[in-house]
T-cell receptor, first 112, second 113 residues
Framework: KQEVTQIPAALSVPEGENLVLNCSFTDSAIYNLQWFRQDPGKGLTSLLLIQSSQREQTSGRLNASLDKSSGRSTLYIAASQPGDSATYLC???????????FGKGTTLSVSS | SQTIHQWPATLVQPVGSPLSLECTVE??????LYWYRQAAGRGLQLLFY??????ISSEVPQNLSASRPQDRQFILSSKKLLLSDSGFYLCAWSVMGINEKLFFGSGTQLSVL
């Protein structure tokens, strides 16, 4: 059974710092991996999607990498800003058309 | 463009009362539809998913049920709510074969008292 773990559970950094959020999954035979952002009391917003054949995806200050063989993904946030404060969730799909399995998230706080 | 509507935003219900949460998607056809629950301190738990009208798969045995009466409508129901049904309920959709990004509604915060 696929399990997704995110470390750390919470992270506090000063504005401007570069940071890395980690995600690991137990079954490396995934179809894709997605990173989401969730603001308090809100729904989830998709940030990046990496197909199993890809190694990384970039969007603005965000870069997500995927190492399928080791069951790991990282989300790199460059030059963090207070507006980046949110919970970041990682999720994997085992097969095409199947539901995502989520980690519990990392809650990021960026102070000005 | 595609949009997803989920309502109500918040709901307070007594134990033993019925529940009906509705979700509709616009701007796409034959989406995969999902109901997730997010309880305090826990990750997102998949409750139900549907690949077509009348086709419902349940991931977790529980006090809830789901129905898909129309292509872009997904309903989460309960006949009698339990305290443990409290949580943040999220509807989501994706389209198979189109990178399969998952798009979420704004969620319903349910408190069962």
């Amino acid at each position: 059974k696929q399990e997704v773990t995110q470390i750390p559970a919470a992270l506090s950094v000063p504005e401007g710092e570069n940071l890395v959020l980690n995600c690991s999954f137990t079954d490396s035979a995934i179809y894709n991996l997605q990173w989401f952002r969730q603001d308090p009391g809100k729904g989830l917003t998709s940030l990046l999607l990496i197909q199993s054949s890809q190694r990384e995806q970039t969007s603005g200050r965000l870069n997500a990498s995927l190492d399928k063989s080791s069951g790991r993904s990282t989300l790199y946030i460059a030059a963090s800003q207070p507006g980046d404060s949110a919970t970041y969730l990682c999720a994997v799909a085992n097969q095409a058309g199947t539901a995502l399995i989520f980690g519990k998230g990392t809650t990021l706080s960026v102070s000005s | 463009s595609q949009t997803i509507h989920q309502w109500p935003a918040t709901l307070v219900q007594p134990v033993g009362s019925p529940l009906s949460l509705e979700c509709t998607v616009e701007g796409t056809s034959n989406p995969n539809l999902y109901w997730y629950r997010q309880a305090a301190g826990r990750g997102l738990q998949l409750l139900f998913y549907s690949v077509g009208i009348g086709q419902i798969s349940s991931e977790v045995p529980q006090n809830l049920s789901a129905s898909r009466p129309q292509d872009r409508q997904f309903i989460l129901s309960s006949k009698k709510l339990l305290l443990s049904d409290s949580g943040f309920y999220l509807c989501a959709w994706s389209v198979m074969g189109i990178n399969e990004k998952l798009f979420f509604g704004s969620g319903t915060q349910l408190s069962v008292l």
